[in-house]
Protein backbone atom coordinates (compact mmCIF):
# COMPACT_ATOMS: atom_id res chain seq x y z
CA UNK A 1 0.00 0.00 0.00
CA UNK A 2 1.18 3.47 -1.26
CA UNK A 3 0.68 6.64 1.27
CA UNK A 4 1.40 10.25 0.61
CA UNK A 5 1.39 12.10 3.01
CA UNK A 6 2.35 15.94 2.14
CA UNK A 7 4.75 15.70 -0.48
CA UNK A 8 6.59 12.87 0.63
CA UNK A 9 6.45 9.04 -1.32
CA UNK A 10 6.24 6.54 0.90
CA UNK A 11 7.11 3.38 -1.24
CA UNK A 12 5.42 0.23 -1.34
CA UNK A 13 7.70 -1.89 0.33
CA UNK A 14 7.10 -4.27 3.03
CA UNK A 15 10.12 -2.50 5.36
CA UNK A 16 8.35 1.23 4.43
CA UNK A 17 4.73 0.65 4.40
CA UNK A 18 2.51 2.45 6.42
CA UNK A 19 -0.29 0.49 8.37
CA UNK A 20 -4.04 2.30 8.19
CA UNK A 21 -3.87 2.21 11.99
CA UNK A 22 -0.82 4.75 11.32
CA UNK A 23 -2.16 6.90 8.92
CA UNK A 24 -5.21 7.44 10.96
CA UNK A 25 -3.09 8.52 14.11
CA UNK A 26 -1.76 11.25 12.04
CA UNK A 27 -5.07 12.97 11.27
CA UNK A 28 -7.17 12.44 14.68
CA UNK A 29 -6.19 15.88 15.85
CA UNK A 30 -9.41 18.00 14.36
CA UNK A 31 -8.17 21.77 13.44
CA UNK A 32 -11.00 23.10 15.88
CA UNK A 33 -12.02 20.32 19.09
CA UNK A 34 -15.27 19.56 19.41
CA UNK A 35 -17.52 19.95 22.41
CA UNK A 36 -16.75 15.96 23.32
CA UNK A 37 -13.00 15.86 22.51
CA UNK A 38 -12.81 19.84 24.61
CA UNK A 39 -15.14 18.13 27.67
CA UNK A 40 -12.37 15.09 27.58
CA UNK A 41 -9.10 17.73 28.05
CA UNK A 42 -11.38 20.34 30.14
CA UNK A 43 -10.12 18.35 33.72
CA UNK A 44 -6.78 19.13 32.92
CA UNK A 45 -7.21 22.75 30.92
CA UNK A 46 -10.32 23.75 32.30
CA UNK A 47 -11.78 26.66 30.15
CA UNK A 48 -11.51 30.05 31.37
CA UNK A 49 -13.93 33.38 32.05
CA UNK A 50 -13.33 36.76 32.07
CA UNK A 51 -15.14 38.62 34.37
CA UNK A 52 -17.31 40.27 32.14
CA UNK A 53 -19.21 37.66 29.73
CA UNK A 54 -20.57 38.40 25.93
CA UNK A 55 -23.34 36.51 25.23
CA UNK A 56 -25.25 35.60 21.59
CA UNK A 57 -28.37 33.81 22.55
CA UNK A 58 -29.89 33.19 19.55
CA UNK A 59 -28.80 35.59 17.93
CA UNK A 60 -29.82 38.41 20.82
CA UNK A 61 -26.44 40.13 22.25
CA UNK A 62 -26.20 40.02 26.36
CA UNK A 63 -23.69 41.35 28.62
CA UNK A 64 -23.78 40.30 32.27
CA UNK A 65 -21.20 39.04 34.93
CA UNK A 66 -19.86 35.56 35.38
CA UNK A 67 -20.89 35.80 39.13
CA UNK A 68 -24.44 36.25 38.05
CA UNK A 69 -24.24 33.34 35.73
CA UNK A 70 -23.06 31.24 39.01
CA UNK A 71 -25.54 32.96 41.16
CA UNK A 72 -27.46 29.50 41.97
CA UNK A 73 -25.57 26.50 41.68
CA UNK A 74 -27.85 24.04 40.82
CA UNK A 75 -28.62 25.63 37.38
CA UNK A 76 -27.88 24.98 33.61
CA UNK A 77 -26.10 28.12 33.17
CA UNK A 78 -24.00 27.79 36.28
CA UNK A 79 -22.92 24.26 35.27
CA UNK A 80 -22.25 26.17 31.85
CA UNK A 81 -19.74 28.37 32.70
CA UNK A 82 -18.11 26.88 35.53
CA UNK A 83 -15.06 25.51 33.03
CA UNK A 84 -16.08 22.07 33.31
CA UNK A 85 -17.98 22.07 29.71
CA UNK A 86 -16.98 23.35 26.13
CA UNK A 87 -18.95 26.85 24.86
CA UNK A 88 -18.54 28.01 21.88
CA UNK A 89 -17.52 31.30 20.87
CA UNK A 90 -19.06 33.73 17.63
CA UNK A 91 -17.36 35.24 14.94
CA UNK A 92 -16.91 37.90 17.18
CA UNK A 93 -16.21 35.97 20.52
CA UNK A 94 -19.74 35.80 22.55
CA UNK A 95 -20.14 33.03 24.32
CA UNK A 96 -22.96 31.13 22.22
CA UNK A 97 -26.01 29.80 23.45
CA UNK A 98 -28.70 27.96 20.88
CA UNK A 99 -31.68 28.82 22.40
CA UNK A 100 -34.13 31.70 21.71
CA UNK A 101 -33.16 34.93 23.63
CA UNK A 102 -36.13 36.47 23.49
CA UNK A 103 -36.83 36.32 27.18
CA UNK A 104 -33.28 35.71 28.10
CA UNK A 105 -33.23 39.57 29.25
CA UNK A 106 -35.97 38.35 32.43
CA UNK A 107 -33.90 35.56 33.36
CA UNK A 108 -30.74 37.46 33.89
CA UNK A 109 -32.60 40.26 35.11
CA UNK A 110 -34.07 37.61 38.33
CA UNK A 111 -30.55 36.51 37.85
CA UNK A 112 -29.37 40.14 38.98
CA UNK A 113 -31.44 41.59 41.26
CA UNK A 114 -34.72 38.97 41.79
CA UNK A 115 -36.83 40.86 39.67
CA UNK A 116 -40.42 39.07 38.00
CA UNK A 117 -41.24 39.73 34.22
CA UNK A 118 -44.63 41.37 33.76
CA UNK A 119 -48.14 39.81 33.79
CA UNK A 120 -48.05 38.99 30.39
CA UNK A 121 -44.83 37.70 30.09
CA UNK A 122 -44.71 35.07 32.63
CA UNK A 123 -45.85 32.14 31.20
CA UNK A 124 -42.99 32.24 28.66
CA UNK A 125 -40.08 33.21 31.21
CA UNK A 126 -41.58 30.10 33.18
CA UNK A 127 -41.02 28.04 29.67
CA UNK A 128 -37.26 29.03 30.25
CA UNK A 129 -36.77 29.13 33.69
CA UNK A 130 -37.78 25.15 33.19
CA UNK A 131 -34.51 25.25 30.17
CA UNK A 132 -31.88 26.91 32.45
CA UNK A 133 -33.20 24.51 35.71
CA UNK A 134 -33.65 28.25 37.61
CA UNK A 135 -35.38 26.62 40.81
CA UNK A 136 -35.73 30.04 42.64
CA UNK A 137 -37.46 31.69 39.87
CA UNK A 138 -39.73 28.88 39.23
CA UNK A 139 -41.01 29.20 42.69
CA UNK A 140 -41.34 32.92 42.51
CA UNK A 141 -43.40 32.73 39.22
CA UNK A 142 -45.27 29.99 40.23
CA UNK A 143 -46.66 32.13 43.24
CA UNK A 144 -47.81 35.03 40.69
CA UNK A 145 -50.42 35.30 38.39
CA UNK A 146 -51.70 33.79 35.71
CA UNK A 147 -49.69 30.52 37.45
CA UNK A 148 -50.75 31.00 40.63
CA UNK A 149 -54.58 30.93 39.56
CA UNK A 150 -53.82 27.67 37.08
CA UNK A 151 -52.74 25.70 39.64
CA UNK A 152 -56.13 26.57 41.15
CA UNK A 153 -57.61 25.43 38.06
CA UNK A 154 -55.38 22.38 37.57
CA UNK A 155 -56.56 21.09 41.03
CA UNK A 156 -60.15 21.32 39.86
CA UNK A 157 -59.70 19.47 36.09
CA UNK A 158 -57.93 17.21 38.11
CA UNK A 159 -61.31 15.63 39.18
CA UNK A 160 -62.25 15.31 35.97
CA UNK A 161 -61.87 11.73 34.54
CA UNK A 162 -60.37 12.21 30.61
CA UNK A 163 -60.21 15.44 31.01
CA UNK A 164 -57.58 16.21 28.10
CA UNK A 165 -58.53 12.93 26.61
CA UNK A 166 -61.90 14.47 25.92
CA UNK A 167 -60.40 17.22 24.60
CA UNK A 168 -58.84 15.70 21.55
CA UNK A 169 -61.80 13.81 20.94
CA UNK A 170 -63.66 17.18 20.33
CA UNK A 171 -60.99 17.89 18.04
CA UNK A 172 -60.42 15.26 16.49
CA UNK A 173 -64.43 14.64 15.28
CA UNK A 174 -64.66 18.07 14.46
CA UNK A 175 -61.53 17.88 11.99
CA UNK A 176 -63.02 14.90 10.63
CA UNK A 177 -66.05 16.43 10.11
CA UNK A 178 -64.94 19.38 8.22
CA UNK A 179 -62.98 17.66 6.57
CA UNK A 180 -65.19 14.79 5.27
CA UNK A 181 -67.74 18.21 4.81
CA UNK A 182 -65.34 20.29 2.94
CA UNK A 183 -66.17 22.94 5.46
CA UNK A 184 -65.01 25.91 7.26
CA UNK A 185 -66.50 24.94 10.30
CA UNK A 186 -67.86 21.60 12.45
CA UNK A 187 -70.56 21.43 15.02
CA UNK A 188 -70.42 18.76 18.01
CA UNK A 189 -72.61 17.69 20.89
CA UNK A 190 -70.99 18.04 23.77
CA UNK A 191 -73.07 16.81 27.27
CA UNK A 192 -71.22 18.72 30.57
CA UNK A 193 -73.19 17.65 33.78
CA UNK A 194 -71.90 18.01 37.30
CA UNK A 195 -74.55 15.50 39.26
CA UNK A 196 -74.68 12.25 38.92
CA UNK A 197 -77.80 11.71 38.99
CA UNK A 198 -80.23 12.94 36.46
CA UNK A 199 -82.57 16.05 38.01
CA UNK A 200 -86.36 15.69 37.30
CA UNK A 201 -89.39 17.66 37.69
CA UNK A 202 -90.28 15.03 40.38
CA UNK A 203 -86.91 14.81 42.38
CA UNK A 204 -84.51 17.37 43.67
CA UNK A 205 -80.89 16.98 45.21
CA UNK A 206 -80.61 17.30 49.17
CA UNK A 207 -79.58 21.04 49.77
CA UNK A 208 -75.70 21.29 49.64
CA UNK A 209 -75.48 17.42 48.33
CA UNK A 210 -74.02 16.75 44.94
CA UNK A 211 -75.43 13.02 44.95
CA UNK A 212 -78.52 11.69 45.49
CA UNK A 213 -78.79 9.10 48.18
CA UNK A 214 -79.45 5.52 46.56
CA UNK A 215 -78.53 2.40 47.17
CA UNK A 216 -76.18 0.42 43.93
CA UNK A 217 -79.52 -1.45 42.48
CA UNK A 218 -81.38 1.95 42.02
CA UNK A 219 -78.45 3.57 40.68
CA UNK A 220 -77.80 1.01 37.88
CA UNK A 221 -81.01 1.83 36.83
CA UNK A 222 -80.19 5.62 36.09
CA UNK A 223 -76.94 4.59 34.15
CA UNK A 224 -76.93 5.57 30.25
CA UNK A 225 -75.10 7.76 27.93
CA UNK A 226 -76.40 10.68 26.38
CA UNK A 227 -76.63 10.38 22.62
CA UNK A 228 -73.60 12.86 22.53
CA UNK A 229 -69.82 13.26 21.09
CA UNK A 230 -68.13 14.05 24.01
CA UNK A 231 -69.66 14.21 27.93
CA UNK A 232 -67.47 15.93 30.73
CA UNK A 233 -68.64 14.85 33.93
CA UNK A 234 -69.52 14.55 36.87
CA UNK A 235 -67.31 16.04 39.49
CA UNK A 236 -67.78 16.78 43.17
CA UNK A 237 -66.70 20.58 43.59
CA UNK A 238 -67.84 24.28 44.05
CA UNK A 239 -66.91 24.69 41.19
CA UNK A 240 -70.26 24.66 38.11
CA UNK A 241 -70.93 23.58 34.81
CA UNK A 242 -69.94 27.15 33.88
CA UNK A 243 -66.48 26.53 35.08
CA UNK A 244 -66.09 23.73 33.37
CA UNK A 245 -67.12 25.20 29.93
CA UNK A 246 -64.53 27.72 30.77
CA UNK A 247 -61.92 25.59 30.79
CA UNK A 248 -62.53 23.54 27.81
CA UNK A 249 -62.89 26.71 25.93
CA UNK A 250 -60.15 28.33 27.37
CA UNK A 251 -57.89 24.96 26.76
CA UNK A 252 -59.18 25.00 22.82
CA UNK A 253 -58.27 28.42 22.24
CA UNK A 254 -54.38 28.40 23.79
CA UNK A 255 -54.12 25.97 20.46
CA UNK A 256 -55.39 28.10 18.13
CA UNK A 257 -58.73 26.35 17.92
CA UNK A 258 -61.93 28.98 17.38
CA UNK A 259 -65.10 27.73 19.21
CA UNK A 260 -68.46 28.92 20.36
CA UNK A 261 -70.70 27.18 22.27
CA UNK A 262 -74.57 27.26 23.32
CA UNK A 263 -76.85 25.43 25.19
CA UNK A 264 -79.48 23.69 23.43
CA UNK A 265 -81.85 21.95 25.62
CA UNK A 266 -81.25 18.35 27.97
CA UNK A 267 -80.50 15.18 26.45
CA UNK A 268 -84.33 14.00 28.08
CA UNK A 269 -84.18 10.58 27.59
CA UNK A 270 -86.51 8.40 29.52
CA UNK A 271 -84.71 6.42 32.00
CA UNK A 272 -87.62 4.24 34.41
CA UNK A 273 -90.89 5.72 35.45
CA UNK A 274 -91.43 9.36 35.21
CA UNK A 275 -87.80 9.97 35.14
CA UNK A 276 -85.72 11.73 32.44
CA UNK A 277 -81.77 12.64 32.49
CA UNK A 278 -81.99 16.01 32.66
CA UNK A 279 -78.20 16.93 31.80
CA UNK A 280 -77.62 20.36 29.40
CA UNK A 281 -76.43 19.39 26.02
CA UNK A 282 -73.99 22.04 24.28
CA UNK A 283 -73.20 22.50 20.44
CA UNK A 284 -69.70 23.11 19.95
CA UNK A 285 -68.89 24.98 16.67
CA UNK A 286 -65.16 24.22 15.68
CA UNK A 287 -64.11 27.25 13.38
CA UNK A 288 -60.80 25.86 11.32
CA UNK A 289 -60.04 29.11 9.17
Not at 200 to 229: A, G, I, Q
Amino acid sequence: MVVVTGQNKVSGKPDDAMSSSDAEDDFQEPATPTATQAGQSLPLLPQQFPEVIPLNVGGMYFTTRLSTLRRYEDTMLAAMFSGRHYIPTDAEGRYFIDRDGTYFGDILNFLRSGDLPSRERVRSVYKEAQYYSIGPLLDNLEDVQPLKGEKVRQAFLGLMPYYKEHLERIIEIAKLRAMQRKARFAKLKVCVFKEEMPITPYECPLFNSLRFERNDSESKLFEHHCEVDVSFGPWEAVADVYDLLHCIVTDLSERGITVDHQCIGVCDKHLINHYYCKRPIYEFKITWW
